[in-house]
């Protein structure tokens, strides 16, 4: 069998899932598997070049093959390409998030061009059933698996002590933005260290500049209102991940109140519990998959209120009194028994065409959620999948990802002169001062734009408590 894959580069991981691409295109490259051939490609130098390349790739793979989309939302563009040049192979694509325009895209445009033994991975059950409720019509538990070969690259840690211990050390990995409920954990941190004067927090990752507290001074002074000294806060910015282990060490207790858009596994928290550190979560995504009842915190949901999907935002926050609470009582809950779906035995397994049937139940919040779930927009205009539609979009695609000097300069001209769309603007910033960082998931947005792609999404406070009707969570 060989295996297509993009080979994903990227200098600074932004995220969980261009970590993820990452640590795949590294995982393939190592692997000394006789029924596995890899074949890696770079799809922006295929899709740039002469189509005889393109068409070459195509051809050499066969019905026994398979082809891996590891680049982001971009499997439709390999459902394209296959169409165009008689593929028989096998696409295996993925989700990495849930209310975000990017692989909503992704399945919009890929439904129509589907075939019986193509693919659909998750990382979790929140996101699988999420995507089931937006798409009825084409996904099922028989074209779609749970995996994710999160293990591949762990650590062997010895065992921390599992006794009650000192809850001095409040840590935090991951963007600190919004849409995270940072300000959520400063504030519950304020009212611990009134009462505790050890109490020490320790923020982990890159500050989002466009959020409320979009620096390490505005945090200091977010703190210091609220009676906590600098020297109680230890800001670390970004951190490589082989750096997460030596943090995880560091802390007593890990702390995660986000609900936002993007989420779809918060991983963190599986990295959190591996480590032996107990982690407190809001009750939302796949929180419940991973830590125990007495671990995660009600969330305060905002209701019937209208959000676009094209930028991360948060679903609501939670009482911060009832945070503090849950950090002096949280515990160990992850068991590796129930991990198979994260080991890269299963992931490699589903490459060769196993399917491993996992499945879990939701807890009844996290089901009562994704009824309550309202997706508008959700289409593309009727003569997408016709009179050139594909065609302009391997164009959209090929012409913003170009490392072309004066296609760049051209182009980040041209979006001065359009309507103003901060994030937009950015976007082609970016492009041309960082022409190889083409691999954020930030840049699908131009992709969506392009498309005029803009899903809504609602949560419906009627549909929400109709789902938990007769449940204790009432």
Not at 290 to 310: A, G, K, S, V, W
Not at 418 to 424: M, S
Not at 427 to 446: D, Q, S, V
């Amino acid at each position: 069998m060989r295996l297509a894959y993009h080979q994903f580069t990227i200098n600074r991981p932004d995220s969980g899932a261009t970590a993820h691409y990452a640590e795949v295109s590294r995982l393939l490259s190592s692997l000394d598997d006789r029924a596995i051939n890899p074949y890696p490609h770079d799809l922006h130098s295929l899709l740039a070049g002469n189509p005889r390349a393109l068409r070459d790739m195509v051809k050499g793979l066969g019905e026994e093959d398979v082809l891996l989309c590891n680049i982001g939302p971009y499997a439709h563009l390999y459902h394209i390409i296959r169409e165009r040049y008689g593929g028989t192979f096998r696409i295996i694509r993925d989700v990495r998030t849930s209310s975000w325009a990017g692989y909503l895209l992704q399945e919009v445009a890929c439904a129509p061009l589907l075939r019986p033994h193509d693919l659909l991975l998750f990382q979790s059950e929140f996101c699988r059933q999420y995507f089931f409720r937006a798409f009825p019509s084409h996904l099922s538990y028989e074209n779609t698996a749970i995996s994710d070969p999160l293990f591949y690259d762990f650590p062997h840690i010895t065992a921390r002590c599992t006794e009650r211990r000192d809850r001095d050390r409040i840590g935090y990995f991951g963007r600190i933005s919004d849409d995270k409920n940072i300000p959520h954990v400063l504030d519950a941190f304020a009212m611990l260290y009134s009462n505790n004067r050890r109490a020490s927090l320790h923020l982990a990752g890159e500050i989002d500049p466009t959020s409320a507290l979009g620096s390490a001074p505005a945090i200091v002074t977010h703190l210091a209102k609220r009676g906590v000294p600098k020297n109680a806060l230890k800001i670390y910015g970004f951190l490589p991940k082989p750096l997460l282990w030596p943090f995880l060490a560091d802390i007593d207790v890990f702390i995660f109140p986000a609900i936002a858009s993007v989420e779809s596994l918060a991983r963190v928290l599986l990295e959190a519990q591996y480590a032996g550190v107990p982690a407190v979560a809001a009750h939302y995504a796949a929180a419940a998959e991973i830590l125990p009842e007495t671990n995660l915190i009600l969330p305060d949901f905002t209701f019937n209120r209208t959000f676009d999907t094209l930028s991360p935002f948060s679903f609501g926050g939670v009482a911060v009194n009832n945070l503090v609470s849950a950090l002096s009582t949280a515990t160990i809950g992850y068991s590796l028994a129930r991990s198979r779906q994260y080991q890269r035995s299963t992931f490699i397994a589903l490459l060769q065409g196993a399917h491993n049937g996992y499945k879990t139940t939701l807890s009844h919040l996290t089901k009562a959620f994704i009824d309550a779930v309202l997706l508008d927009d959700l289409t593309l205009p009727d003569s997408f999948h016709r009179n050139g539609g594909f065609d302009r979009v391997l164009r959209t695609f090929s012409r913003y990802n170009s490392n072309n000097l004066l296609t760049r300069v051209v182009d980040r001209f041209a979006i001065a002169s359009q309507p103003r769309y901060p994030q937009r603007h950015a976007l082609y910033t970016n492009r041309l001062l960082f022409p190889n960082e083409r691999g954020g998931l930030g840049h699908a947005r131009e992709h969506c734009w392009s498309l005029g792609f803009m899903p809504k999404v609602t949560l419906s406070k009627e549909l929400f408590y109709e789902s938990l009707r007769g449940n204790s969570y009432l």
